[in-house]
């Protein structure tokens, strides 16, 4: 029997390329050789590819950001893991627009700052804004080899003030020049001060989507040409609320529907250039029933959704659920409709039982390298 030690350096880093995140880890400390493969930036490529985005919660305490916690759900290993805190920097109210997306936390108001998710030893600040802001939509995209930032909407924030009737332009930020660009504002149909508490965002195939929770409005703004598309109405019948999810291979609806036949979880496929929508799959009755206590007409309220590639996640971001999560698999096959897409729902564990109490919750899904997770090569990671 050939022993590992004595397969070549490609083979080894093939079969350590299949490995959780959570085993790569452990592994990375057997010895110095299998540590530098795990740490190459080919195997951390080929595991990009092969492994899922990861489910992220970062709860927030109102008095106290001591009480603050970040948890993260890799599907693959199908765990949790409790991340550093980010520290609170230094005359910034707590809870004042803190936001999570894409590898980074960030504080809009008052000035602009982020750090990374696994890592948040520092918060690094580019020049202010020209409209600060809280609770904007925030997207990360690449622009060439840079990483750039995009912020839409949100309400101004003005000494500690804010002014809910100004709508404000879209801000791009570029690391090249160091300074933010300005763009339209959202369309008027989005009425001023839309915030991330009324609107879902998903950025695909180069558009930064935005969509109303309630209202079922949709525009896109291209990130090439900076130009808003015509508002358009995706309202599937009976939705109460949805949220737009961007997904590997297309768009896709996830909201909460009422029927004559009780109410459901469900998802559509979403043709960005149509803007038909085509249903995929429905959350099972019983999944549904289990994030919540009882049957009130309200419990649907605190229902979330994030997802990012071929998970979509749905949690109740009620503390007195310890914020119970459920996610679907979208296996994509060949053609337009979902005629071909297999969904695959189960219910994701727990939260550790050393959690907090908090009073908000902020959700996102990220892809996650081996390079972030080891902390190779830090820094303010805009290229």
Known sequence: MTEITNLSLDLIESILSHLPIASLIQASTVCKLWHTIISSSSLSSLHKHQHKPWFFLHGIH??????????????????????PTPQQPLHYPNNTSFIGTSSFFFITAPNFVYTPILHPLVWFSTPPLHFPRINPLLGVFKDGSFVKFIVVGGVRFIGNLVDIEDRLDVEIYDPLLGSWDLAPPLPADFRSGNSSSSLSSALFKGKFYVFGIYSCFVSSFDLQLRVWSDVRVVRPSGVVFSFLISCRESLVLAGVCNSPSGSSFTLWEVDETSMEICEISVMPHDLLCSLFDGDEDERFASLKCVGLGDLIYVFNEDYHRMYPACVCEIRSGRGRGGENSECYWRRVPQLPSLMNRFHKVVSFCSNVSLHSILGEGQHHGLH
């Open 62 to 83: 109102n008095i106290s950001s001591k009480n603050n916690q970040s948890f993260a759900f890799d599907p693959s290993s199908n765990s949790w893991f409790l991340l």
